[in-house]
C-alpha cells in the first residue's frame, strides 16, 4: 500500500461518507411531523445522495479490487447515469415556473433500456477478459475489440453524459431565476444562490478524471487531483443538504391563480389603477410578510397574477420582486427616523421592515445602489 | 490494496470525514444563527467536530502515513485530549441555566501544557527517532524513553479526562431533564429523547476506551473495538448535528434580558453587522418610550388575549402589523422573556387579581385556572413551577410592575 493509494483512498472516500451523512440527516428530516421541505424533494435528494456513495465506492473498487470491479459491472451501468438523471429531477421540481408539465419519465425508461442491454452484453463476455481489461485499462483484447473499445470509451461518454445534464440543470436555474423574480419577493430564498454554486462547482469537477488519465505517470499532479473531490465536493453536499434542511428555496405555485376569469373580466372594468394599488400597498404593508408571493396580493386586489405582474412591470417599469424589496427599503428608512424606533437596532428595523434576514437585505441595498430607481 | 486494508482505513476514515461534514454543517448554520446562546452553542459544537476530524486524521497519519504523524503529533496529541472537554464544553452551553454563566477555559489547560510540552521536546529529537517511534509501533521505545512515554501517554490521560467528564456531562444532562420536565411535554420530547441517547453511546464508548487502552498499539488497528469507537462516534456525531440543525433543544438562557447590556437585540446581531455597528458606534438609548409597546399593549394586553389556551405567537402576527422574528425579539427585549414565559406570567398574574375577587371565593382554583387561560390544571402546575425554578426574581417584579 503505498501513500499515493492512501491518498487517493482517502479522496474517494470524502465524498462517500459525507453523502451517506448527509443522506441520513436527511432521512430523520423527513420522518419528522412538520418537516421543513417539500416530500417529493426531499426523497429525490435522499435517493441521490444514497446513489453518490456507491459510485464511489465502485471508483474505489475499479483501482483497489478489480475482480469486484468486474462483479459489479452491470450494477454500474444503472447507477451511474442515475445519479444524474435523479439529480437533474431534482433540479426540474426545484425550478418548475408554473408552465412546465411533469418530469418526462421516459428518461428512466431509456436509461433502463440501455443499461440492460449492455448488462447482457456484459454477461456475454468472459470473466478473465473482463478483469484484464479492468486491470490494464486502454489494452485491447483480440476476439473482444467492441468491447474493449466499449470500455476505453466509457470514461468520455460519461463526462459528456454529465456535463450534459448539469447544463440542462444551470440551463434551467437561469429561467426559473428571471420568471421568480415576477412571483416572489424573498430575495434570499427564491435566488437559489447555492444550487448556482454545486452546479458550478459540479461542472467544474467533470473534466478531473479526464485529467487524471492523461497524466497517469506524474504522481503529485494525481495526487492534487485526487483530493481535490475532497476539498469541493464535502462542503457540496453540505450546502444541498443544509438548503433542503431549511427549506431554502421558493417553489412556484401558480395552480390556484389562473382559475378565476370571470372576477379578472369585471376587475378590467373597474381598472386596477395606479392610485387604488399605492393605496393598498401603504395601507396594507403587505411587504413586511418576508415570504410574500405575488399570488397573496391578486385576492385583495380582485385581480390575477398575470394582469397585476403586467400591472407593476408596466407602471414601475421594475419587476415585483424589486417593487416589493423597493417598499421594504422605504419602510426602513422610514422607521429609521421615527423617533419611536430609535432604541431598536438596525437588525430589528431590518426585519420588521420585512426583509428576511441580513444577506437579502444587503443584496438589495448594494443592487439599489448600482442602479437607483428613476421615478417617472 | 486488499479488502483487508480497504476495512481498515474505512474504519479509520468514516469518524473524520463524519465530523468534518457535521463541522461544515454546523459552520453554515452557525450564520444564521439570532440570538447570542445560540451561535455559543454552535461554535463550541463545531469545534467539537473539528476537533474529533482532527484527532482521527492523526490515527490515518500514525498507522499510515508516519512522516505526517510525527509532523502534527503534539496538535494531535491536544486536540485528542480536548475531545471529551470541548463535549462537555457543548453539554454545559447547552444546560446552563443563566445568562452570562462563562465556561471557565481553565478546563482546557492539562491538554495545552502537556501538548506544548510535546512540541518543546520534539526539537530536541531527531526527526528520524521520532519516525521510529511511530513506525515502531511500541509505547516505549528504548532510545527515547521518556519523549515516547510522554507522546504514548495520550491514551492513560485520554481515559482519565474521559471517565471525569463523561461524569459531568451526565451530571449536568440529567439535572437539565428535570428541569425541563418541569416546562412542558412538548420540550421533554423534544430535548430529552435525543439527549439520553447520547449519553448511552458516551457509556459505550468509555467503556470501550478503557479495552483500547488495554490492546497494544500495534494490533490496534485491527482490532474490534476501533470499528466500535469509529462507528458509535459517528451516529453519535450524526445525532448531535442533526438535533441542533433542527433546534431540538431549549436552552434556558435564550430570551432573558443580560445584566451588562442594555438591549438584548444587541446580541441578535450576527458577527457581520457587529462589526459594521461598531465602526458606525450607534447606541441604542435605553429610555425612549416605544410606540409599538403601547399599540402591543393595547391590542394584546387590554383586551387579555392570553386567555385563550390556544394563542400562539403567530395569532398575533397579521394585527400587530409585523412578523415572526420581530415581534418575538421584541416580546424578549421588551419583557425580557420568550413568548410562552410572557404569556404564562401574564396567566398567573390574572389568576392572582380574580382568586382575591368576592365572587370567586367559592370556586376552586382548579376552576379559575381553566378560565384564566391555563389549557389544564397540569399546564398551570408546570408554568407555576416553571416561573419558581427558572426565571430570576427581577424579572417577576419587572412584570409586576406592568
Known sequence: MTLTDIIHFIGYSAPLISSIICGIILVLCFNRKNRPSDPRLLKLLILYFFIVPVNWMSVIFFDFMPVVSV???????????????????????????????QFPII??????????????????????????????????????????????????????????YILFGI????????????????????????????????????????????????N????????????????????????????????????????????????????????????????????????????????????NRTYLSVFINTTYNMNFSRYINRCRLEELARLRT?????????????????????????RIRKTEEIRPFKSK | MNAEQILKLFSVVTPMFTALTCFLLMFRDRQECITHSETRLKTVLMWYFAAVSFTWFGVLGYYFAPPVFVVVNSVFYFS????????????????????????????????????????????????????????????????????????????????????????????????????????????????????????????????????????????LLNSFSLWITALFLSVQMVIIAYNTLMRNYLLFTAGKKETNKNNIITDLIPNIWKKQERSEAKKPENNATSLTKEAFENYFLKPKLYIDPELTINDLIIPLKTNRSYLSAFINRTYGM??????????????????????????????????????????YLRAKQAQNNAQPQEAINKNNNL
Open chain 2, 80 to 219: 485528542e485530549l480536548c475531545i471529551q472537554i470541548v463535549f462537555y464544553h457543548f453539554v454545559y452551553v447547552l444546560t446552563s441555566k443563566k445568562e452570562g454563566d462563562r465556561f471557565p477555559l481553565l478546563h482546557y489547560l492539562l491538554p495545552l501544557i502537556l501538548g506544548i510540552t510535546l512540541f518543546i521536546w520534539s526539537f530536541s529529537i531527531p526527526f528520524n527517532e521520532q519516525l521510529y517511534m511511530v513506525e515502531s509501533q511500541l509505547y516505549i521505545t528504548s532510545t527515547n524513553k521518556g519523549y515516547s512515554f510522554l507522546s504514548n501517554s495520550k491514551l492513560f490521560v485520554r481515559l482519565f479526562i474521559s471517565v471525569i467528564y463523561t461524569a459531568l456531562c451526565f451530571y449536568r444532562l440529567i439535572k437539565y431533564h428535570q428541569a425541563i420536565k418541569a416546562r412542558s411535554k412538548r420540550l421533554k420530547k423534544l430535548s430529552i429523547r435525543w439527549t439520553v441517547l447520547i449519553m448511552t453511546m458516551s457509556a459505550i464508548l468509555l467503556i470501550n476506551s478503557i479495552i483500547i487502552v488495554s490492546t497494544p498499539l500495534n494490533k
Open chain 1, 71 to 101: 462483479y459489479c459491472n452491470a450494477l454500474y451501468y444503472f447507477l451511474l447515469p442515475l445519479a444524474a438523471i435523479v439529480f437533474y429531477h431534482f433540479v426540474y421540481i426545484l425550478t418548475n415556473t408554473g408552465k412546465d408539465k
Open chain 1, 171 to 218: 440551463h434551467r436555474l437561469f429561467r426559473y431565476r428571471k420568471a421568480v423574480l415576477d412571483y416572489s419577493a424573498d430575495i434570499s430564498r427564491s435566488s437559489l444562490q447555492w444550487l448556482n454554486i454545486f452546479l458550478v462547482l459540479l461542472l467544474a469537477q467533470i473534466p478531473l478524471p479526464l485529467t487524471v488519465l492523461l497524466f497517469v505517470d506524474n
Open chain 1, 220 to 303: 503529485i499532479l494525481t495526487i492534487v487531483l485526487a483530493i481535490l473531490p475532497i476539498i469541493l465536493l464535502t462542503p457540496q453536499h453540505v450546502i444541498l443538504c443544509y438548503n433542503m434542511l431549511t427549506g431554502n428555496y421558493v417553489i412556484m405555485d401558480l395552480s390556484e391563480t389562473n382559475g378565476d376569469n370571470n372576477l379578472f373580466n369585471e376587475q378590467q372594468k373597474f381598472g386596477l389603477n395606479k392610485k387604488r394599488f399605492e393605496q393598498y400597498i401603504h395601507e396594507k404593508k403587505p411587504y413586511i410578510n418576508p415570504k410574500l408571493k405575488i399570488t397573496d396580493l391578486t385576492l385583495a386586489l380582485h385581480t
Open chain 2, 338 to 379: 420568550n413568548f410562552r414565559q410572557f404569556i404564562n406570567s401574564l396567566r398567573l398574574k390574572e389568576l392572582d387579581r380574580i382568586t382575591k375577587l368576592p365572587e370567586n371565593k367559592e370556586k376552586s382554583t382548579a376552576q379559575l385556572v381553566v378560565t384564566v387561560g391555563f389549557g389544564s390544571y397540569r399546564t
Open chain 1, 338 to 362: 421615527n423617533p419611536a424606533y430609535k432604541k431598536h437596532s438596525e437588525l430589528e428595523l431590518m426585519f420588521k421592515a420585512g426583509f428576511s434576514n441580513y444577506r437579502g437585505y444587503q
Open chain 1, 107 to 164: 428518461q428512466y425508461v431509456i436509461l433502463l433500456v440501455c443499461a440492460t442491454g449492455l448488462s447482457i452484453w456484459t454477461f456475454t463476455i468472459p470473466f478473465d477478459v473482463q478483469l484484464h481489461i479492468t486491470e490494464y485499462p486502454g489494452n485491447i483484447v483480440p476476439g473482444y475489440e467492441a468491447f474493449s473499445k466499449f470500455t476505453i470509451a466509457r470514461l468520455p461518454i460519461r463526462c459528456i453524459y454529465n456535463i450534459a
